[in-house]
């Protein structure tokens, strides 16, 4: 009875399954390190999201707390912001309105008036389809202080 329950088994089917194995895992390989690379790649944009949105913040803090100084003040306390950013000298700072439109302001003029901080960040990615994407972030705050003259 063992003689007729017997398989028959082919001594070859062993390593052609572990071919098999080796071929879609190369196949599925560059799919896999190409998600890794996006996951990595989308970190990276998001903190420098958040860098810029966090520097767009204090300047414009350091605006509405300064009056009508000048774009100095705010410029200093964006630059001071932007730790964690790997090229922070390509930031671009637009700073609405201008410093000369704010020295020309009566006081109290400046009081109650709206200071816009735009922030513009060119992120580079490791990605083959995608190397450059520009992240902005902005902050609007009223101007709160003003000396008298």
């Not at 700073?95 to 704010?102: A, G, S, V």
Request: proline share 7%; hydrophobic share 45%; glycine share 8%.
């Amino acid at each position: 009875m063992n003689a007729l329950v017997r398989r028959r088994t082919n001594s070859r089917r062993g390593p052609q399954c572990k071919g098999q194995a080796v071929v879609e895992f190369a196949i599925v390989l560059p799919l896999l390190l190409l998600l890794l690379l996006g996951m990595v790649n989308i970190g990276l944009a998001v903190q420098a999201q958040l860098v810029l949105t966090h520097a767009a913040w204090e300047g414009a803090r350091a605006g509405a707390m300064a009056g009508a100084s000048g774009d100095g003040v705010i410029t200093g306390a964006i630059q001071k912001s932007l730790q964690g950013l790997q090229h922070p000298e390509q930031v671009l700072i637009d700073i609405q309105p201008d410093e000369t439109q704010r020295s020309s302001w009566t006081w109290p003029g400046p009081r109650g008036e709206t200071l816009t901080i735009e922030v513009r960040y060119p992120a580079r990615l490791a990605l083959p389809f995608a190397n450059v994407i520009t992240i902005e972030a902005s902050a609007v705050s009223r101007i709160e202080y003003s000396n008298p003259p």
